[in-house]
């Protein structure tokens, strides 16, 4: 079956480490994006891909870094100048719109990784 | 993107149609209105999307309004699976990415 792939489902680390959550597709979708959600809050974008070797900030990129070497891979790293990381992270992809000629776009989700700082 | 508005909280009898309203009134023409659904603790599904006209799928119909100010979204026949935080999202079709701005949705709580 086609679909996103998220891992670790839950991650612990210690204040002061970096964290890299791995996010693999194989839908052969070109974008993909990684999506922030705290308790109670609804999605914020981290980052987003529309090709290989290629990406850009969301709404809130301080503290992270991506990397896009593969079309079905984008990891999302969480490093220690993140100043609260503890959440909720989503990877998501897409096919990129231009491929599709009604100019929607529609959102496949992977299950999520629930990441605690102690 | 236009901007939506959604009640924080619904309930609804199992069996019966659950109808989620969203208001987008800044909405401009080439906007689509999606629909999207989170179980808890579980990644946001996919549920529908339309332009203008009404659409319907296997899991809901959406009712979009003839101004495209507001829209409704029904579950014909609500069961204690479908108790999720629903998001309505607003979004110009034919732009080079699919970035989507998800709020805080509505809460729907079906009951037995």
């Known amino acids: 079956d086609g679909g996103i792939t998220q891992s670790p489902k839950y991650l612990f680390r210690k204040e002061g480490q970096n964290v890299t959550l791995s996010c693999e597709q194989n839908l052969n979708h070109d974008a993909m994006y990684w999506y922030r959600q705290d308790p109670g809050q609804g999605l914020r974008l981290i980052y987003y891909s529309q090709i290989v070797n290629d990406f850009q900030k969301g709404d809130i990129a301080e503290g992270y870094s991506v990397s896009r070497e593969k079309k079905e891979s984008f990891p999302l790293t969480v490093t220690s100048a993140q100043k609260n990381p503890t959440a909720f992270y989503l990877c998501a992809s897409s096919i990129e719109t231009g491929r599709i000629s009604s100019g929607a776009n529609v959102l496949t989700f992977g299950a999520g990784s629930r990441l605690t700082v102690l | 993107d236009a901007k939506t508005t959604q009640p924080p909280s619904m309930d609804c009898a199992e069996g019966r149609a659950a109808n989620l309203p969203c208001n987008h009134s800044t909405i401009s023409g080439n906007e689509y209105v999606y629909w999207y659904r989170q179980i808890h603790s579980q990644g946001p599904q996919y549920i529908i999307h339309?332009?203008?006209n009404n659409e319907t799928n296997e899991m809901a119909s959406l009712i979009i309004t003839e101004d495209r100010k507001s829209s409704t979204l029904i579950l014909p026949h609500a069961t204690l699976r479908d108790t999720a935080v629903y998001y309505c999202?607003?979004?110009?079709?034919?732009?080079?990415?699919?970035?989507?701005?998800f709020g805080q949705g509505t809460i729907l709580t079906v009951h037995p």
């Open positions: 339309g332009l203008k």
């Open positions: 999202i607003v979004k110009v079709g034919g732009t080079s990415y699919g970035k989507l701005t």
